[in-house]
């Protein structure tokens, strides 16, 4: 597998990461050389999903060049190198969030990851009701009354999940408010996390606002009252160093396509030794110890959620994804990130008629920046700024509920990474400055 070699020089400096780094960086990147409606290509929509190195896409195409065979089954020398290329990426990518291989269950994305928590303690509720596991089973089921907490700026990833968990066990969801800046009201959390509170869920980092949650706070408030803690990091993973276990969650989430993988594959965090308590959610193959004609006995964790074929070669391309991100280093990483995300809201608040949503400028944001451009709709500034080759994403970002509560639709947002130089952001915010104008709302 290669990187370009002055890559080597970039890995050899010691923090933040200049213009001229980036420059580098962005030599590994195919699809950003690329000329969009004759423009240089500026990607800003890494939020949504990022670009992938060449150390990626090698990666993947070698393991199925030289060691593709189904895992954990064959008796082959190619089924042994499937095998150990799966269960060392497993590893690797553990060690990313500081955590131990068996705490690591691969998931399809960290929408899939959420379900698949949500959808066990489903489980778990039926299997109490029907005197199936023990006391570990009773104590993880939800039953009606209890409360699942989220927040109002939830992802509809982590959201509608927890709206299902509650049909099915007659729990009750409550919502920690926003205020009109978009911040968690932690005395509304303080008010919320109560005795009937069974789990707390909530995003590391709003993928609207740019914001990062009080974490240390929201765990404390669930601990208090013996309440799961489930942690959103898709939008933090990529971004920043991330030491799950230190963080004191029970659950994480995350997305190999947002951290330079592949997509089709994504991480559920759990516990050393709850996940084990948890009844499974798919169940086949590869997941038992012994099958009868009437029950079947479950693997520990992870294999007991992992049913069925596994993303073998999706798993080894987000191997490769993070030691990529950690190559470079990932608080170079976060500083570059902060301070593009800085570049971004100090930018658009400084244009007239354009309103940057969350955090102002100065408080602490991720690398990125969604923004209200007054009498254009959102879907217009995407496809204005798209004909100058920026690419951004508009909509509702999967955050209806939080678009409501800021009295919005729709919103523009553009979102930076490793491989974005300050250039790239100055460019974007010359191409927003033009949008008003150009549909002849604003000077
Ligand atoms: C905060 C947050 N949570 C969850 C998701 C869902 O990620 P995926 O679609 O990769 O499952 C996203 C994706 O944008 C996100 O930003």
Same mark, same amino acid.
């Given at each position: 597998?290669?990187?370009?070699?002055?890559?080597?020089?970039?890995?050899?400096?010691?923090?933040?990461?200049?213009?001229?780094?980036?420059?580098?960086?962005?030599?590994?990147?195919?699809?950003?050389?690329?000329?969009?409606?004759?423009?240089?290509?500026?990607?800003?929509?890494?939020?949504?999903?990022?670009?992938?190195?060449?150390?990626?896409?090698?990666?993947?195409? +070698?393991?199925?060049? %030289?060691?593709? @065979? *189904?895992?954990? =089954?064959? /008796?082959? $020398?190619?089924? &042994?190198?499937?095998?150990? #290329?799966? +269960?060392?990426?497993? %590893?690797?990518? @553990? *060690?990313?969030? =500081?955590? /131990?291989? $068996?705490?690591? &269950?691969?998931?399809?994305? #960290?929408?899939?990851?959420?379900?698949?928590?949500?959808? *066990?303690?489903?489980?778990?509720?039926?299997?109490?009701?029907?005197?199936?596991?023990?006391?570990?089973?009773?104590?993880?089921?939800?039953?009606?009354?209890?409360?699942?907490?989220?927040?109002?700026?939830?992802?509809?990833?982590?959201?509608?999940?927890?709206?299902?968990?509650?049909?099915?066990?007659?729990?009750?969801?409550?919502?920690?408010?926003?205020?009109?800046?978009?911040?968690?009201?932690?005395?509304?959390?303080?008010?919320?996390?109560?005795?009937?509170?069974?789990?707390?869920?909530?995003?590391?980092?709003?993928?609207?606002?740019?914001?990062?949650?009080?974490?240390?706070?929201?765990?404390?408030?669930?601990?208090?009252?013996?309440?799961?803690?489930?942690?959103?990091?898709?939008?933090?993973?990529?971004?920043?160093?991330?030491?799950?276990?230190?963080?004191?969650?029970?659950?994480?989430?995350?997305?190999?396509?947002?951290?330079?993988?592949?997509?089709?594959?994504?991480?559920?965090?759990?516990?050393?030794?709850?996940?084990?308590?948890?009844?499974?959610?798919?169940?086949?193959?590869?997941?038992?110890?012994?099958?009868?004609?009437?029950?079947?006995?479950?693997?520990?964790?992870?294999?007991?959620?992992?049913?069925?074929?596994?993303?073998?070669?999706?798993?080894?391309?987000?191997?490769?994804?993070?030691?990529?991100?950690?190559?470079?280093?990932?608080?170079?990483?976060?500083?570059?990130?902060?301070?593009?995300?800085?570049?971004?809201?100090?930018?658009?608040?400084?244009?007239?008629?354009?309103?940057?949503?969350?955090?102002?400028?100065?408080?602490?944001?991720?690398?990125?920046?969604?923004?209200?451009?007054?009498?254009?709709?959102?879907?217009?500034?995407?496809?204005?700024?798209?004909?100058?080759?920026?690419?951004?994403?508009?909509?509702?970002?999967?955050?209806?509920?939080?678009?409501?509560?800021?009295?919005?639709?729709?919103?523009?947002?553009?979102?930076?990474?490793?491989?974005?130089?300050?250039?790239?952001?100055?460019?974007?915010?010359?191409?927003?400055?033009?949008?008003?104008?150009?549909?002849?709302?604003?000077?």
């Amino acid at each position: 597998m290669t990187v370009n070699n002055d890559l080597h020089a970039v890995l050899a400096q010691p923090a933040g990461l200049t213009d001229d780094d980036v420059r580098i960086i962005q030599q590994d990147f195919p699809a950003l050389h690329q000329e969009i409606h004759g423009r240089r290509l500026v990607y800003l929509d890494s939020g949504a999903t990022s670009q992938k190195p060449r150390w990626v896409l090698e990666a993947e195409r +070698e393991f199925y060049e %030289t060691c593709n @065979a *189904a895992v954990h =089954r064959g /008796a082959h $020398e190619l089924a &042994v190198r499937a095998t150990d #290329a799966f +269960e060392d990426a497993r %590893t690797t990518v @553990a *060690a990313f969030v =500081r955590a /131990a291989p $068996e705490e690591l &269950v691969w998931t399809a994305n #960290a929408t899939a990851g959420i379900n698949l928590i949500a959808q *066990a303690l489903g489980n778990a509720s039926i299997w109490a009701e029907r005197g199936r596991g023990g006391q570990e089973i009773r104590q993880l089921a939800l039953k009606p009354g209890d409360e699942i907490v989220v927040t109002e700026l939830e992802h509809h990833a982590n959201l509608i999940p927890w709206q299902e968990l509650a049909f099915r066990t007659g729990a009750v969801l409550r919502f920690i408010p926003v205020d009109a800046a978009g911040s968690l009201r932690l005395e509304e959390a303080e008010r919320l996390i109560g005795p009937q509170t069974k789990v707390v869920a909530f995003a590391h980092t709003s993928n609207v606002l740019g914001s990062v949650a009080p974490v240390h706070e929201l765990v404390q408030l669930a601990r208090r009252v013996g309440a799961l803690v489930v942690l959103d990091a898709c939008q933090s993973a990529p971004h920043m160093p991330l030491g799950l276990p230190s963080l004191d969650v029970d659950f994480a989430v995350f997305s190999g396509h947002k951290m330079l993988g592949p997509t089709g594959i994504g991480v559920l965090y759990g516990r050393r030794g709850l996940l084990d308590a948890l009844p499974p959610v798919h169940t086949g193959g590869s997941m038992i110890t012994t099958v009868t004609m009437e029950r079947a006995e479950y693997l520990a964790a992870p294999q007991r959620f992992e049913a069925g074929t596994q993303p073998v070669g999706q798993a080894v391309g987000l191997a490769a994804a993070v030691q990529y991100l950690d190559g470079i280093g990932m608080d170079r990483i976060h500083a570059s990130v902060t301070v593009l995300g800085q570049r971004l809201a100090e930018g658009i608040t400084a244009i007239r008629g354009v309103k940057l949503l969350g955090p102002p400028a100065g408080e602490p944001r991720i690398g990125l920046a969604a923004f209200d451009v007054e009498g254009v709709h959102a879907h217009d500034v995407g496809q204005y700024l798209d004909s100058l080759g920026v690419a951004v994403r508009v909509g509702h970002h999967c955050a209806q509920p939080l678009h409501r509560r800021l009295g919005l639709s729709a919103s523009t947002r553009a979102s930076a990474y490793l491989y974005n130089t300050t250039d790239d952001i100055d460019e974007f915010l010359a191409a927003l400055s033009g949008v008003r104008p150009y549909f002849g709302v604003g000077k």
